[in-house]
């Protein structure tokens, strides 16, 4: 097994390797079946040779042998040396000191059956008929060096283009994954977007890009619900604090009972508007009707009901937006309650539109133009300034353009819809 220290260098020995292996192996297998097959066509042909030489034999001529051929018709005319191997089987190969070398056949007759005597085979009357050919001429793999050199070279090239292959092969299968490596630990440390991959491992980068996305996401809600609790909640509770000191050295008055309860309100309301922007749930979308949600946080508010205040609603009944409804009710209570609170008569209009909202109220002359800042608030403002930051907040998250207008009279906020 491999030890490599990486996926490339692990891939590319294993496919190397095994390329080498299997060159090695065909080597192997080409050099033996040629010999196989040269064996085969040397023993055929001596084949062919004995069987003339018995034609010859049964018509009763005598054979016309050639200098490579010998025929034995006697054991002892046999050299010691071959005459074991000769007479215990009926063809085979013989070899010498010389590098000569010999097949050997023996014949059949028909007029003279021949048998195993005593472990030798010989015919009837004693006699033996072997047919002994030199075939060293006819052995073409020993005799063809150069082919064979030829052969080797042509192996030793392609072997080369193998492992080259087998190489890119590794390189092409192994870049892809140390790509994605290499961009999920920049991920880590930068926003930069995942690569293009080929194959699966696309879908494989697509689904870090999306698992990454929601962790910046969240650490992003995380970081910002930190900042908004150390700025948001920061006057409301100096201002409770403040109170309830108070409340030590002597008894609070109706207008410091009404102010602390407004002060609680306000911090539950803050609170709310914080969890819900820092909650994953904040980013579900669905179809909400404006017209029919605004009317109904308008019918809960006490102050409605019981006629000390009016709101005029119009428009686009039917008009729908895509967001998230926790938010959108909020951002509607806050604009709601703000004009209760702070408004200088008891009046909120209302327009809905095809492409805006707009909340318009009576006030006083704003010195402040930056209300929409956090703990910002008008010089005649009892509240702590928090309501229309977190409203700003709310409308950033529901993708909302908004547009404050104000004059010496009148404070209108208008939300343009994309």
Known sequence: MFKAKGLRAYTTG?????TLVSSLLFLAVGVITAYIVEDAIISRLVNEQAQSIETSLQRGEQPQLSAQQQLFTKAGDLPPQWRERVLSSRYGELFTDTNDHYHFQHLSLRDSPQGIRNGVLQTSDGELRVLVVEVSRMLVVSNSPGAFVVFVFVFVLLTLVAVFVALKIANRVTKPVLDLSAAVSQRANAASPMPQLPF????????????FSKIERML?????????????????LTAFNNLLVMANGRALTAAEVDQLERINAELANTV??????AREESLAQESINVMGCIEQLAIEQPQVLSGEFSIDLSGDHSLVINGNRVLSQLL????????????????????VAAN????????????????????????????????LYLVRR???????????KLNDSQFEIVFHIN
């Open 272 to 277: 709310e508007v914080l969890l819900a922007l």
């Open 356 to 387: 805006k909202l707009s909340f318009r109220n009576q006030t006083t002359p704003l010195k402040q133009t930056n209300v929409m800042a956090p703990g910002v608030r008008n010089d005649t403002s009892s509240g702590v300034g928090q309501g």
């Open 220 to 236: 992003q809600r995380e970081r910002d619900f930190t900042t908004d609790v150390g700025h948001e909640l920061k006057t409301p």
């Open 394 to 404: 709310i409308a950033e998250k529901l993708a909302l353009k908004t547009e404050l």
């Open 200 to 211: 699966e491992l696309n879908a494989l980068a697509a689904t870090f890009e999306a698992s």
């Open 332 to 351: 509607f209570l806050n604009l709601i309650q703000n004009a209760i609170r702070h408004a200088n008569s008891p009046h909120l209009f209302i327009e």
């Open 14 to 18: 294993w496919l190397v390797s095994f």
